[in-house]
């Protein structure tokens, strides 16, 4: 079974720091392309940001180029979002999403639980 | 960048009533869209990709069609588990999704 499992949110004060991680398991890592994807409560899907299978390539959102970072192990089966700068606005649900390479274009098969991020003083 | 539109906003249908979700891209998106639903508390689930194949385990009574700009989401049969937000995404250019169509029962 396909699992995607978020940690290591929480509540952080503007400008801070945090890094998630998304544990996979159920299927073979490094042979899949992962993305990461943000909701802020009750409200719509934000694509953040994706890595290659292989960690060589990467690509941002304009919303957070210059601030967040993926990066992945796939020796440890594990993505990382690297935050920082944060701001109130980027306080949101933000999910793993395991991408599907399909004629040329990648869509999201599954997704995490999520973890909360909350920016507040 | 690509603005995903849906409609209705929200639609409220009978047990056992066709449930019709409309999606529309600012710009052509080929056959590049996707469906996901959304329960209260819970991560997005595939759907439809490749705007018309369902995933792996989604009920027939779920079907999408449409090329370009304009898609339908259809839950031929709506049951209660099918209570959720509907969100559609174009993956032809980068990712978006539309602001999300929510089902509920009448």
């Known amino acids: 079974e396909v699992q995607l499992v978020e940690s290591g949110g929480g509540l952080v004060q503007p400008g801070g720091s945090l890094r998630l991680s998304c544990a996979a398991s159920g299927f073979t890592f490094s042979i899949y392309g992962m993305q990461w994807v943000r909701q802020v409560p009750g409200k719509g899907l934000v694509w953040l940001l994706r890595?290659?299978?292989?960690?060589?390539?990467?690509t941002y959102a304009d919303s957070v180029k210059g601030r967040f970072t993926i990066s992945r192990d796939n020796t440890k089966n594990t993505v990382y979002l690297q935050m920082n700068g944060l701001r109130a606005e980027d306080t949101a649900v933000y999910y793993c999403v395991r991408a599907i390479y399909s004629n040329g274009y990648f869509y999201f098969d599954y997704w995490g639980q999520g973890a909360l991020v909350t920016v507040s003083s | 960048e690509i603005v995903m539109t849906q409609s209705p906003d929200s639609l409220s249908v009978s047990p056992g009533d066709r449930a019709t979700l409309s999606c529309r891209a600012s710009?052509?998106?080929?056959?590049?869209l996707a469906w996901y639903q959304q329960k209260p508390g819970q991560a997005p689930r595939l759907l439809i990709y490749g705007a018309s194949t369902r995933a792996t385990g989604i009920p027939a009574r779920f079907s999408g069609s449409g090329s370009g700009t304009e898609f339908t989401l259809t839950i031929s049969s709506l049951q209660s588990e099918d209570v959720a937000v509907y969100y559609c995404q174009q993956y032809n250019n980068w990712h978006t999704f539309g602001q999300g169509s929510k089902v509920e029962i009448k």
């Open positions: 710009q052509s998106v080929s056959s590049n």
């Open positions: 890595i290659s299978r292989d960690g060589s390539d990467t």
